[in-house]
């Protein structure tokens, strides 16, 4: 990727984001406080929900979601979206099941697994750069083919994992007490911070989103950098589905229905642009931490898994409102 003789940043005061704007610490600021009303309610309407085991099932839950969320804020904020994870977690599970009830060693499926992500999500990024097709609908193609693979390979039946094999340990296992999800998110979210917010790459995202053409100009590859950020996309999306696949001991090609639009509501409602060039992962990391508590909250409650479908719908549309520019215009005012 060539380096341009003036820094983007010079060139671009606007694209220099590593620290929050004062908006963006009146948004985090904000969810902060809806987690902890939640987390307060909830305590004092079930005896339940602070107890350690919860705390660590409400993230055990949310690590896939987390984990992909971290690749789809860098797509978004680049102008793009992703709208084949879902299909991508539901094969890579699949694949992952059939490899091990074969036979395969555990850690050659997770190398392979590894690359089938990577692929996925590399021909997402040559349809959108070479192709010039929109994000949309490029992904939304390969999540129908994807999806079809999955169900073939299946013929709609669930593949189980051999019980003793070390890869359940993925999804099951514990790392000093912390089950290795939660830490695995952990790691993706440190990564993706530190490409985003710490490098010239995460610089070349944000100034994609907000105007590619200047950032061509300033001599740098727009095409490999988005064709880097839908592969990292991919990455991430498979090792959910290991994840994924572990923690239920089997493979299905149902795995993974709607996990998309949970993905992007995470990254919308915790503050990134929809439309590119603004976006936030510790926003991404409080959007999905709410999700998840919501989530648990309504089955400790006894309440209708279906409700839930209708608030993450009208969280959803609040936060695009939000998104599209009414704190914008607060502060403007």
């Known amino acids: 990727m060539p380096v341009p003789s003036r820094s983007l940043s010079e060139a671009h005061p606007s694209f220099w984001r590593i620290w929050l704007t004062r908006e963006q610490k009146a948004f985090q600021l904000g969810l902060a406080v809806v987690l902890l009303t939640l987390v307060v309610i909830l305590s004092l309407f079930t005896s339940t929900f602070l107890t350690t085991g919860n705390i660590l099932n409400i993230l055990r839950q949310a690590a896939p979601t987390l984990i992909v969320a971290v ?4 797509v978004i904020t680049s102008g793009g979206i992703d709208l084949s994870v879902g299909s991508s ?19 050659l499926v997770v190398v392979v697994v590894l ?9 997402n990024g040559l349809l959108v750069t070479l192709g010039g097709l929109p994000p949309f609908i490029a992904t939304l193609a390969t999540l129908s083919v994807l999806r079809g693979i999955a169900q073939i390979i299946t013929k709609g039946y669930s593949i189980p994992l051999p019980p003793n094999s ?34 010239q790459f995460g610089i070349y995202i944000t100034g994609i989103g907000s105007s590619e053409e200047a950032v061509r100009r300033n001599g740098v590859g727009t095409n490999q950098v988005k064709v880097s950020v839908y592969t990292f996309s991919g ?27 949970d993905v992007i509501s995470a990254v919308v409602l915790g503050g990134t642009n929809l439309f590119g060039g603004d976006g936030t992962l510790l926003g991404t990391f409080f959007g999905t931490t709410i999700l998840a508590v919501i ?14 479908q209708i608030i993450k719908g009208v969280i959803l549309v609040i936060a695009i409102i939000l998104n599209r520019g009414a704190l914008r215009r607060a502060f403007k005012t």
């Open 166 to 199: 070390p890869f359940i340990e993925i999804g099951r296992g514990f790392l000093l007490g912390i089950p290795y999800p939660i830490v695995i998110a952990a790691l993706a979210l440190l990564i993706g911070h530190l490409l985003f917010n710490c490098t």
């Open 89 to 107: 977690l539901a094969l890579a599970s699949v694949l992952a099941a059939t490899m091990l009830s074969t036979g395969g060693p555990w850690w």
């Open 235 to 261: 990455l991430l999306a498979a090792v959910a589905g290991m994840i994924t696949s572990a923690r239920l001991a089997s493979g299905s090609s149902y795995s993974g229905v709607g996990f998309e639009l």
């Open 115 to 123: 690359v089938f992500g990577c692929a996925v999500g590399l021909i």
């Open 71 to 74: 690749a789809m804020t860098l």
């Open 295 to 308: 989530g648990n909250g309504l089955i400790l409650l006894q309440v209708s898994p279906f409700y839930e």
